[in-house]
């Protein structure tokens, strides 16, 4: 958890500075997808049973986040109007994608499940019938044979 949060926090850091510099929400638009899509993955770690980051660590990446944000607001109010208002429709816009990726990429697994089963259903049903109709066959043989 502990290079999520420094990733985290070198892209933050590009991204303040670009904003101080004057640059607009849209000339950064990689780099904030970039910086969501780190913040969203050490809140998912976090949460995790296989995360080896503490409660503590968890608590004050929670506070170190807050604070960005509150600098990434006032940067993107001073640039331009609605400039805060953009960022958070941006960010919901962001994570609504991103639930309806994981939720397709459920979907698809839950169907190559499903067609898995169906298949190994089949192969069950065709080698019972092979052995019946051997068994039938080896039956026959022997009839005609006595």
């Known amino acids: 958890m502990i290079a999520e949060i420094a990733a985290a926090n070198a892209i933050f850091k590009v991204l303040s ?11 950064l ?9 780190a913040t969203q993955k050490i809140k998912d770690k976090a949460g995790d049973s296989s995360s080896k980051g503490t ?12 604070k960005q944000r509150e600098i990434l ?14 960022f958070v429709k941006f960010e919901a816009e962001w994570h609504r994608q991103r639930k309806g990726e994981q ?12 067609q898995l089963q169906k298949d190994l259903q089949l192969a069950i049903n065709i080698g019972v019938c092979l052995i019946l ?13 006595a």
Not at 17 to 27: F, H, I
Not at 133 to 145: D, P, S, V
Request: charged fraction near 20%; glycine fraction near 10%.
């Open 103 to 114: 939720k397709a990429l459920q979907q698809k697994k839950a169907r190559q499940a499903a």
């Open 29 to 37: 638009g990689t780099q904030l997808t970039d910086y969501l899509g």
């Open 133 to 145: 109709a051997m068994g039938l066959l080896f039956g026959i043989a022997i009839y005609l044979k």
């Open 55 to 66: 409660a503590l660590e968890a608590f004050q990446y929670q506070e170190t986040l807050r």
């Open 73 to 86: 607001e006032y940067h993107l109010k001073k640039s331009r109007l609605n400039g805060w208002s953009d």
């Open 17 to 27: 500075t670009a904003l101080g510099n004057g640059k607009s929400l849209y000339q």
